[in-house]
């Protein structure tokens, strides 16, 4: 699956609407970044399987993130550097060594109309990308007016470890742990879980030891930030991702760190996923952390 | 009982930090909530995205590389401390709705739940002045409250997966309005022309927190 993202459509949450963006945007704004655009272009998203594109102008690209085999006109070609496309040239996607999503950037960025503020598809709400949905054979995308020379002429490392069938996240705590048992806290964190087959960018659905809810009276429905652990009264937990929902009802028992999103972003189902708690403290200094290597990569 | 100026601020991960009110659906505190958090967007704080106003709490989004969260936080307490925090005045909007038949497929069921006929319950739910305490779930849609306790039923066990755009459902205390087709539990009593969620306007969402709405009965989706 192929999908239209930028770093999401934010300022509208009171008004219902998801925020949407980038599963991995440490991995957007680097391929972003290795095409001389600014952050804030859209790119692809390619999800465990990735396309063939033809290009009908010369154009300058670069991938980020998950693993891929890349083949430009049959040769093959490295992710994490920027490559120049001939007029007529063809890229395929082919094998995918690790992680699940990565990200194409062209120099000028994917040139889909911006709705509200954002160019990045919303598949829920159908909003936003190339008329709310994903990719399909035949599509034709518009490619903006190149914005700047490509930074970095080498082959780039991620700033991150890139997932091979599972990762922990550090997470801080919910708002809403006391209504869990002890022995569910307990499970949460020591436990792995499984991610779910009908798992999807509004989040992962999380097989493993259930999690027993202490008080199930029912919660008001209040906001989810992105990375929030739910567990609903089944006790399966489920971790919300990009296209979440702006509000709902269940348990909150932990949230992701910003520093370990796109880890969490790059795994895909059949993946593990286990959490560790952390402080506040620990979030921002890794924020910071990645901040810096993310801006130092070359 | 908490009084409904109570309020304490927790973070919401390392992106976000929500200022509480007691947790229940109440109209005052509601008011503050919808207030606060129109003060708190027009004051533009550096490194904020997003101010979200739900039942009980305002939720403030932001950019933790780019944000001084002390000082956002000694701004927030000083928001919160505010005395005489009342909303702007809010619109009042009322809304055709077209009751029971294939517009409204759980009116039976709603009426049996509650013991009264169809009637009684489309007499029920039009007789309150209903208040839009957030916007959320889908993009434009209205959590409205609180409809009167005999009618009160809650989501369907099994959610449908399309419900159409406009559809008026039940959800125990609240009702709300399908602002596009979408898959949803609420239980569905009528529909209406009113209230679509159009990304091209510039007010993209036809509810904002703080309306008065009042439905009232018509025959045919569309009519005035």
């Given amino acids: 699956m192929t ?25 957007h704004r680097l391929a972003n970044r290795l095409v001389g655009n600014s952050s804030e272009l859209a790119t692809l998203e390619v999800t465990l399987v990735g396309p063939s594109l033809e290009f009908l102008a010369e154009t300058t690209c670069a991938v980020a993130g998950a693993g891929f085999e890349l083949w430009l006109d049959g040769v093959q070609v490295q992710t994490g550097r920027a490559f120049c ?11 995918r060594r690790a992680g699940a999503r990565a990200y194409l950037a062209v120099s000028g960025g994917i040139d889909v109309p911006p709705v509200l503020g954002s160019r990045s598809t919303d598949l829920a709400s159908q909003l936003g990308g190339l008329g709310g949905r994903s990719l399909r054979a035949g599509d034709r995308l518009v490619v903006g007016r190149p914005t700047g020379r490509p930074a970095i002429s080498g082959a780039v490392e991620l700033p991150f470890r890139l997932p091979v069938g599972g990762a922990h996240v550090r997470v801080m705590n919910g708002p809403d742990r006391e209504r869990m048992t002890p022995e569910a806290l307990a499970s949460f964190t020591q436990g ?16 493993g030891e259930l999690l027993a809810l202490a008080d199930s009276s029912p919660l008001l429905s209040g906001p ?21 929902q702006t509000t709902g009802g269940y348990v909150r028992i932990a949230t992701v760190i910003s520093a370990d999103l796109p880890v969490a972003g790059q795994l895909g189902p059949g993946d593990w996923l286990g959490f560790e708690l952390c402080e506040h403290r620990e979030a921002v200094a890794a924020l910071i952390g990645l901040e810096q290597r993310l801006m130092h990569v070359s | 009982m908490l009084n409904p ?37 027009a004051a533009r704080h550096v490194g904020v995205r997003d101010v979200v106003p739900s039942y009980h709490a305002v939720t403030v989004y932001f950019e933790p590389t780019h944000t001084d969260l002390a000082s956002l936080w000694t701004a927030l307490e000083e928001e919160a401390e505010l005395p005489g925090a009342m909303e702007t005045p809010s619109r009042e909007v009322i809304v055709p709705v077209v009751y029971g038949g294939v517009d409204g497929p759980d009116l039976g069921e709603v009426a049996s739940f509650s013991g009264c006929t169809t009637e009684e319950v489309v007499r029920l739910h039009t007789s309150v002045l209903y208040r839009v305490y957030m916007v959320g779930f889908l993009a434009g849609f209205p959590y409205m409250g609180t409809i009167d306790s005999r009618i009160a039923m809650p989501r369907r066990e099994v959610p449908r997966l399309s419900v159409p755009a406009g559809s008026v459902g ?11 087709t979408a898959p949803g539990g609420w239980r569905l009593i009528g529909r209406t022309a009113v209230g679509r969620f159009d990304p091209e306007l510039d007010s993209p969402s036809f509810y904002q927190p703080g309306d008065r709405v009042r439905f009232r009965a018509v025959e045919k989706v569309g009519a005035p």
């Fill in chain 1, 85 to 95: 496309v001939p007029p007529g040239g063809g890229l395929r996607f082919g094998r």
């Fill in chain 1, 192 to 207: 792995r879980f499984t991610i779910d087959p009908d798992s999807n960018r509004m989040g992962y659905r999380l097989r």
């Fill in chain 2, 170 to 180: 039940i959800a125990g205390i609240q009702t709300g309005i399908y602002p596009m």
């Fill in chain 1, 3 to 27: 999908t239209v993202q930028d770093r999401g459509r934010w300022g509208h949450q009171n008004l219902g609407v998801p925020v949407a963006g980038a599963m991995d945007e440490c991995s």
């Fill in chain 2, 5 to 41: 100026t109570d309020w304490r601020i927790t973070m919401a991960g390392d992106a976000a930090v929500a200022i509480e009110y007691p947790p229940r659906i109440d109209p005052l505190i509601s008011q503050r909530v919808v207030a606060l958090a129109a003060r708190i967007r």
């Fill in chain 1, 224 to 244: 989810t930030p992105v990375g929030t652990v739910q567990v609903p009264p089944s006790g399966t937990p489920i971790v919300l991702m990009a296209d979440r």
